[in-house]
């Protein structure tokens, strides 16, 4: 197992923005040039909740909806959309219990799937006269899924990045992925099971706020800058015990808690519009041991499959412009 999926090999995995001490990393020039370009932020409502909207490009052009993973956000996807904006009319949006988003009391891939169509037609997707393509990262790649199966009108197709389908895993299979792991000479994982109910830490300064932050699953960023400018947008002001000003995460920790087990990443029938999936070659959650070790269907043989070289599970941190250069390619020429 490379060293980059292994948190006890590589401090970096646990604590990468540690080394900065608040401090912004080092980013080259694209990465600012597409920063600049910045996103009218606006707020939907959707199924009884406000929804963070970022949108880019003209309306009247083809339509592209960006779908975030699990405890993301919107602006994971700043530094991506820009370079569609010549030519799309783009929407990235956080979903309810992430980013600026409301948080609810039960979440579920029908209500995610409602925040989608509401995100979609409120930004001027379907002006083009043709309904709007579908990316989703990770979490958000099954909810394309799910939306490709239950609502194909909606979209004239759907790209999945790095989506590893089953949901989060067991406790049981945690032990037998770490056994896997440390009979192949790694670590375990010590992966956060998703499910807890625990509050979201609060740290006393916004410096020490961005040292915690880290991946999930735990990876080394392929870049940092990346990292950083995901982290400080993954934070909120909020109240120390003592009433003193400090800052925490966005991000509902009770989320996957509060979804019916059943849907989570459970494919809800085969998909009809036309369906991509885009991974990463080191990619833990897409390869065949995590399969194995869960004992869950590869949807690989049903799905047209790009991949992304050097790039673990976040491959827009990782790669952002290989994944660029592979959405502007299959876009030019697909679907027909």
Known sequence: MADDLDPRSSPLAMSPLAPF??????SPAWFGEALAREPERSVVSAAGA???????????????????GNSAHSDWWSFIAPFFADDFRIAAFSLSGMGG???????????????????ARVAGLYDSGAPPIYIGHSFGGALVYHATARYPDRMRAGVVIDTGFGGPPTAEEFARIDAARVAAGGAPSKWRDPRTTEPNRIYP????????FRLMPPQVPGNLFIADHIARHSLKAAALPDGQDGWTWKFDPTLMA???????????????????????????????????ARGTPDLAPKLRRIVIPDSAH????????????????LLAVWPA
């Open 258 to 292: 509060k979804i019916d087990p059943e849907q989570i990443f459970t494919p809800a029938g085969e998909p009809r519009p036309p369906l991509v999936h885009i991974v990463g070659d080191r990619s833990l959650l897409t390869s065949a041991e995590w399969m194995a």
């Open 205 to 212: 300064t916004f410096a020490e706020a961005l040292s915690r």
């Open 101 to 119: 988003s409301d948080w609810r009391d039960a979440y579920g891939f029908e209500i995610f799937a409602e925040e989608m169509d509401a995100c």
């Open 21 to 26: 001490a608040g401090a912004k990393p080092a």
């Open 314 to 329: 976040h491959v827009m941190i990782d790669q952002p412009l290989a994944l660029v250069a592979a959405l502007r390619a």
């Open 50 to 68: 406000d929804i963070e909207l970022l949108t880019w490009g003209e309306r009247g052009k083809p339509g592209l909806l960006l779908v975030h």
